[in-house]
Structure formats: structure tokens, C-alpha cells
DNA sequence: ATGCCTTAAGCAAACGTTTGCAAGCGTCTC
DNA sequence: GAGACGCTTGCAAACGTTTGCTTAAGGCAT
């Protein structure tokens, strides 16, 4: 009845006429929906594998009116023309990748430059996607907002805000903020600084929540340095700021790999960590604790964030009008503080 | 004749409809393929634009036979349970990102844990993705030969080999390992190591090309120490190598992540770098001049090995049987050689 | 033998595009 | 004035699935 020889299945339909029965047959045998005699399906099933046959995913989308993918995008709003390495996001990334998987959804990944006010509409348009991921609000609340009003499937990874109308997932950076602050005042570290940029409001709430945090003597003296969150961008400008002659006793920077420039300018520049000053970085990726000394950090649970991010997602698309979720931060205290 | 009314237009057949024209005018409008009046044309896509339409991808890519995305592959076949966190992937996902993009195709990342030998047929039978891009043959180079020797459009980012079958794009591992050697020696060191998983044929390839590159006498008293890449890992291993006794004066690691490691674990046993020993590193990402003493490494070219892996797949999917490409490495000298 | 119920499997439309073919129409040439 | 030609547009089939509806067949009670 079927012939053993190889040959090529390329759909539904060749199956059929090789097994004798109907495309619908075939679908339901192979997809598992539907009533069918067992001794059929698993006939159908062995054919299928034998001939090495999958349903095409794209057609089977098509006719479901859905994706089966999720994007994931990174917008280098600020940051223009930086390449971002930071092991931040392949973490992430990576949970994200899990997650999704275990939902049978691929991840689109798409860097984007933003242009103008139309790139996330347009990219949600073409029907690519069943539902968004954005890392980071970037310079783009605006758009994310616009957005937000009348698509419900998309979820930010970010800094949570009343200003804001969409959905985010993110930890507490405020509070992350305070904690670092509390532990360099009780270090007894007095003359401090906060390197980062504040036009990413992530970032601008942990500088916030730092200040707030201090004593109110301290408040004031508090420097803010602008500074990219690249290796090469934060590494020149910690080297500039040291040799302009700074030298504070504690500083608190964006991101890990931010404290990592700063610890290595410090060195260079004769002072010693913890000894002189005290550094405190923010992530607690990986690689936070191969630094010499190890790095004091604001840890983020990536990986609950990622799991946070892809349940919310799914309610949502669900049609469940589920809202923003705030993750505790945590101090991670190592050596450079 | 056209309402101004944002009404919801879903298909073309809906903008055909308001327009008074034909779908097929309407395709012909908005992908600019084929003759159609210039007027009409312009009407169309203003209309288009009115009403905020975008051609479904999906449907597009399903009527054209393709799928419009190439997946890029983390196979995890070695450090199972290990998160990759290393920048070297995400600088990697960048490049490759964007060298999709510029092409027009959409980037499907997923990582993969190996299961049996017949995870990458079945991905690529789904249909999904036009073509695949694998970063690492981890232990998987059978697989990737099985699958090679019927699919084109297939590229492997690693090591290259004349007993595989599938097309690679890589850094040329065993020139690595020898600028490391020459440059060890130089520098009087010889008491060596090297730290890496020699499973993984990269790895391998850079401690062959390293020892084979040795005078004869140093060649048997070379230490190979076996270290998964992750930072955790590394660091258990370098710290308890060290916490063994041993006291050697030139260190490799297998990437920059394990240097970092060393680095650290050297350091934390109170040897001085490069006061006692030396330590080099592979990849060059951005984070090596951030340690202190700045990692001396051998670089890989990662955005041109992204945009050649990305040039061959398409030279391969046009049909085209175009072959490996190698690259070659550079010796980056800092400060802790 | 008839009718009814249950189970199994087929038919055909639909998802939103693209494109070969053909038709309509105006213009040019001889 | 008739045929040829070029340009523009429409028709309908096709891409590979899923699924509501229908039919066929068999079993069982009457």
C-alpha cells in the first residue's frame, strides 16, 4: 500500500495521496485535534515519520490567523550607534528564549533604531508578531504609550512609572537606588557620585532613589556624571573624571559594567577598593564577581523578570487585563565596597 | 470616493474594496512589483497609508514559498544547564542581527539542547526559517554533518575542519593559539597552562595551535585544565587550581571570560599579574580592557565574521556552492602579559 | 427489514497574499 | 480604416494548512 522509498513529502496533500485518505485526515492525525480512529492516526503518524514529514509552520499560522511568534526588540534610542555587548541582555535573552520555547512561540529578535513615532505600529502591522517584548523604554515612553492604547499584547521590561500607559515588568530601581545608598552611608562614605544616563529612566530612578535615600547633608553634594553604559563610553569617561583631579570615597554606578570601568579607572589612578572609596554596580551579572575586588552590585532577578515577562505577556493575549509588575531588588555585597 | 473614516482595513481586499480597484492592483501597489500606472499606484499607497495597512508577512511569505526569517542557533550541547551569559554571543547576535535586517529577513534565535540526533532536521523541516545560522558545533558535529550533506542553506559558525562536511565561517583557532605561545615565550614565560574544554573543537583547535607552536621542551609540561566557560565555572576551577600549589608564569584561557577568572583567582592567591605570570585570553570583547590589569587577548573579528556568515548563507540559499571562510586572528597586547 | 445513533472520514471553503494570463482600450502605422 | 502594439487592470488559481458540515458505514433496537 505505502512504498518504502524516500520519496519527497513536501505536504499534506502528498501524504494523503500516499496513505490513501483525505488532507483532513492527515491534519487531524498529525495536529491530534479532532475525533479520528486511533489505528489511523497512528498509521498516518508512522507515515509521517517515516518520510521524515512536519507540518509547515508558516501555512498552519496562517490558517490559525496567528504568528506563533513573539518578538523581542532592543531599542538603541539612546545609545545611538553604540553596539550593546552587555552581558545583561544575553541573559535576558536567554531566559526569554527558554521561556518562549516551553510555550511553543519562537522569539523574533530585532534591534531597532527608532525612527520617527511609527516603528513599533509599523513593525506590529505586518502581522510578524502575536505579541511584543521590549528591553527597555530607551528615549521611547512616548511611542511605547501611543502603542500601548490600542495594543494589548506587548510588555516592557523597564521602569515602572504612573506616567506611563503601558505595561512593564521591571525591578524596583528606586528602591535598588536607596539600597546602595544606605550601604555607602553606612560604610561612612560621604563625598559620592552617580554615573549614568538619567534621559533612560531606569536609570534615572536609580539615581532618584539614591539621592533620596542619603541624609539630607549629603543630598546636595551628590555628583551626577553622564556616561553611556558601553565598556569603551563609561571607561573614557571615568578615566577623564579622575584625572580632572575627582576623588570621592563611594560611587554608584547605572550598571555592572559601568562599576567595572570605574574600578579599573580608580586603579589606574593609584586609589585602592575598597580601601579609598567603595564601588557599587547594578545587574549582578555573571561576570560581577571575576573583578578585583568582586563587585559590590544591586542584583536583578533576571530570571524571574524573564519569566514575569512572558506569564504577563500571555494573560494578556489571553484577553486577561493584567498589570505592571514591580521586582525587588537585592544587595549583593562582595568586596569593592 | 475614499471615506475618511479610520475603518478597519485587514487585507488587501478590504483596501481593494475602498479603492475601487482590484486586489491584485492593490498588491501590485504596494510591493511595486509589476506595471501598474503611476497615479494609481500613488493613490493606492496613499491610501495605505491613511488607513494605516501594512501587507500581512505571513501570507506574503507562505504565497512566495519562503519564510522571510533565518534562525540562529545556540546549540548548548556542552555546558548543559549552564546559562551562557558570554558578551562574545551577544556582540555576535548583534552583528548578525543587523546584517539580517539589512537584507529585509527577520532573525529567529533559539537555543537548543540536543536532543538525540534529530532536533536540527525536524527544526528545519518545520518550514520556519529560510536558512540557519549555527553559532558553535558544540559536540554536535555529527549532527551538523548528517544535516549538511542535504541542506544548503546552512552556516556554521567555528572551527574548520577537513572532516567536516558542513560549511563553517571562523576564526582561524589554531593561528590563535599560536600568537598566544610566541607571545608567552617572548615574554620568558614557561611554566604553562592552558584552561578550556578541549570537547568543544574550538577550544581544541586554539590549545593544539598553542602547544604545537611551543619550543619542543615546553611542549610535554604544558598543563591542560579542563573548565567549562561559564564564569561560575571557571572561577571553582582557577580558584581551586591554584589553591592546589600550583605556581605557573604564563596562563590561556580558552576565552576572555575564563582569563577573567584566572585574573581574579591569581590575584585573590596574592601573584601579581603580569608581575609572576601572564595571562592571555580569546575574543577580545568589549569588557577586556576593563579588568586590571587590561587582558591581553587574541581577537576575533566578530562584526566581520557576522557579516561573512551571513554573505555566505545567502550566496548558498541563491544556490550558489560557495565554501568556508576563515579568518584570521590578532594578537592585542595589554597590560597583563 | 427499517430507522436511529455513533463513529469515521471526506469535501470544500477559508486564511491573505502573488502572479500568469487575458481582456479592455487607446494610439500608432501604413 | 484596420490591424498591431503597449499599457493598465482584473480574474482566478495557487501557496499548505484547518475545520464546519456532510456523507458513509456499521451496530443495535424495534
Known amino acids: 500500500?505505502?512504498?518504502?522509498?524516500?520519496?519527497?513529502?513536501?505536504?499534506?496533500?502528498?501524504?494523503?495521496?500516499?496513505?490513501?485518505?483525505?488532507?483532513?485526515?492527515?491534519?487531524?492525525?498529525?495536529?491530534?485535534?479532532?475525533?479520528?480512529?486511533?489505528?489511523?492516526?497512528?498509521?498516518?503518524?508512522?507515515?509521517?515519520?517515516?518520510?521524515?514529514?512536519?507540518?509547515?509552520?508558516?501555512?498552519?499560522?496562517?490558517?490559525?490567523?496567528?504568528?506563533?511568534?513573539?518578538?523581542?526588540?532592543?531599542?538603541?534610542?539612546?545609545?545611538?550607534?553604540?553596539?550593546?555587548?552587555?552581558?545583561?541582555?544575553?541573559?535576558?535573552?536567554?531566559?526569554?528564549?527558554?521561556?518562549?520555547?516551553?510555550?511553543?512561540?519562537?522569539?523574533?529578535?530585532?534591534?531597532?533604531?527608532?525612527?520617527?513615532?511609527?516603528?513599533?505600529?509599523?513593525?506590529?502591522?505586518?502581522?510578524?508578531?502575536?505579541?511584543?517584548?521590549?528591553?527597555?523604554?530607551?528615549?521611547?515612553?512616548?511611542?511605547?504609550?501611543?502603542?500601548?492604547?490600542?495594543?494589548?499584547?506587548?510588555?516592557?521590561?523597564?521602569?515602572?512609572?504612573?506616567?506611563?500607559?503601558?505595561?512593564?515588568?521591571?525591578?524596583?530601581?528606586?528602591a535598588g537606588g536607596a539600597l546602595a545608598a544606605q550601604h555607602l552611608v553606612e560604610r561612612g562614605r560621604r563625598r559620592l557620585a552617580f554615573f549614568g544616563n538619567v534621559a533612560v529612566p531606569e536609570f534615572a530612578a536609580r539615581y532618584q532613589g539614591f539621592v533620596a535615600a542619603l541624609p539630607a547633608e549629603l543630598r546636595d553634594t551628590v555628583e551626577l556624571v553622564h556616561t553611556h553604559i558601553t565598556p569603551q563610553a563609561s571607561l573614557e569617561v571615568a578615566a577623564a573624571w579622575f584625572a580632572a583631579g575627582n576623588r570621592p570615597d563611594g560611587l554608584f554606578a547605572a550598571s555592572d559594567v559601568v562599576a567595572m570601568s570605574l574600578l579599573s579607572a580608580a586603579t589606574d589612578n593609584g586609589l585602592s577598593v575598597p580601601g579609598d572609596l567603595s564601588i557599587i554596580g547594578f545587574d549582578d551579572i555573571p561576570m560581577a564577581r571575576l573583578t578585583s575586588p568582586p563587585l559590590t552590585t544591586v542584583a536583578q532577578d533576571i530570571e524571574g523578570g524573564a519569566r514575569q515577562l512572558v506569564d504577563l505577556l500571555f494573560r494578556r493575549l489571553a484577553g486577561e487585563d493584567a498589570g505592571s509588575i514591580s521586582i525587588a531588588p537585592r544587595l549583593v555585597i562582595r568586596e569593592s565596597s
Chains 1, 2 share one sequence.
Open 1 to 174: 500500500m505505502d512504498d518504502s522509498k524516500p520519496e519527497q513529502v513536501k505536504s499534506i496533500a502528498d501524504l494523503a495521496r500516499i496513505g490513501g485518505v483525505s488532507v483532513s485526515t492527515v491534519s487531524r492525525a498529525l495536529t491530534g485535534k479532532g475525533a479520528l480512529n486511533k489505528d489511523t492516526r497512528e498509521r498516518i503518524q508512522a507515515l509521517a515519520d517515516r518520510h521524515g514529514f512536519k507540518l509547515n509552520v508558516a501555512a498552519q499560522n496562517l490558517r490559525l490567523g496567528r504568528s506563533g511568534a513573539i518578538a523581542v526588540l532592543l531599542p538603541l534610542g539612546h545609545e545611538r550607534g553604540q553596539h550593546l555587548s552587555d552581558p545583561f541582555f544575553m541573559v535576558m535573552l536567554g531566559f526569554l528564549a527558554d521561556a518562549l520555547a516551553d510555550r511553543g512561540y519562537d522569539l523574533l529578535l530585532s534591534r531597532v533604531l527608532p525612527q520617527g513615532d511609527d516603528w513599533l505600529d509599523s513593525f506590529i502591522r505586518t502581522g510578524r508578531t502575536d505579541g511584543v517584548i521590549i528591553i527597555g523604554q530607551s528615549n521611547q515612553s512616548a511611542v511605547l504609550d501611543r502603542t500601548a492604547a490600542h495594543y494589548a499584547p506587548m510588555v516592557i521590561w523597564g521602569e515602572q512609572s504612573a506616567r506611563n500607559a503601558h505595561i512593564t515588568v521591571g525591578t524596583d530601581n528606586q
